[in-house]
T-cell receptor, first 112, second 116 residues
């Protein structure tokens, strides 16, 4: 499974756009990129997944360049409730493999 | 729709005692997973059930841990005897199908286990 590197922490203010970049230089052809969000005292929550180019849903956008060696999670106009840890996961989770590999994540703090 | 539930939310036991954690997945989800985060460490995979069968138990730390999923519904994770290093938060997750959907796992709130 590809190793991921992401910033330990980030600070932002309400209303700003936040971009969290994850590096995954040894991503494999069959690997997908998935992001999870975790609030204090809760389990992780799936946010978004992509393979290449751009994916957007009601929560976030995921930008993946052509070489797929990195990805950027974009949170538009964050609010205080977006304060959480964000995990970037890379792997081929198809078939029977279901063991998600969590790294240290990025702790996002949104200030008023 | 009810989410993944876990019981108890907290458990404090002494070293050498036995503790059983329970997870109720989302109804209809065949896949059930256990993860844990020990103090200061990352969330680590323990095992994966497909219905009542253990699909992957490569993350189970040792034979003091026993997971079951009789009938393919709820699951239990028993730690016997508990050691100090077992303290942490135990998460359960479920997902409905195989394939790519495995990456969208629905997590419960976790059980915080403290071994004294």
């Amino acid at each position: 499974l590809a190793k991921t590197t992401q910033p330990i922490s980030m600070d932002s203010y309400e209303g700003q756009e936040v971009n969290i970049t994850c590096s995954h230089n040894n991503i494999a052809t069959n690997d997908y990129i998935t992001w999870y969000q975790q609030f204090p005292s809760q389990g992780p929550r799936f946010i978004i997944q992509g393979y290449k180019t751009k994916v957007t849903n009601e929560v976030a956008s995921l930008f993946i360049p052509a070489d797929r060696k990195s990805s950027t999670l974009s949170l538009p106009r964050v609010s205080l409730s977006d304060t959480a840890v964000y995990y970037c996961l890379v792997g081929d989770y198809g078939g029977s493999q279901g063991n998600l590999i969590f790294g240290k994540g990025t702790k996002l703090s949104v200030k008023p | 729709e009810a989410g993944v539930t876990q019981f108890p939310s907290h458990s404090v036991i002494e070293k050498g005692q036995t503790v059983t954690l329970r997870c109720d997945p989302i109804s209809g989800h065949d896949n059930l997973y256990w993860y844990r985060r020990v103090m200061g460490k990352e969330i680590k995979f323990l095992l994966h059930f497909v219905k009542e069968s253990k699909q992957d138990e490569s993350g189970m730390p040792n034979n003091r841990f026993l997971a079951e999923r009789t009938g393919g519904t709820y699951s239990t994770l028993k730690v016997q005897p508990a050691e100090l290093e077992d303290s942490g938060v135990y998460f359960c997750a479920s997902s409905p199908t195989s394939g790519r959907a495995l990456t969208e796992q629905f997590f419960g709130p976790g059980t915080r286990l403290t071994v004294l």
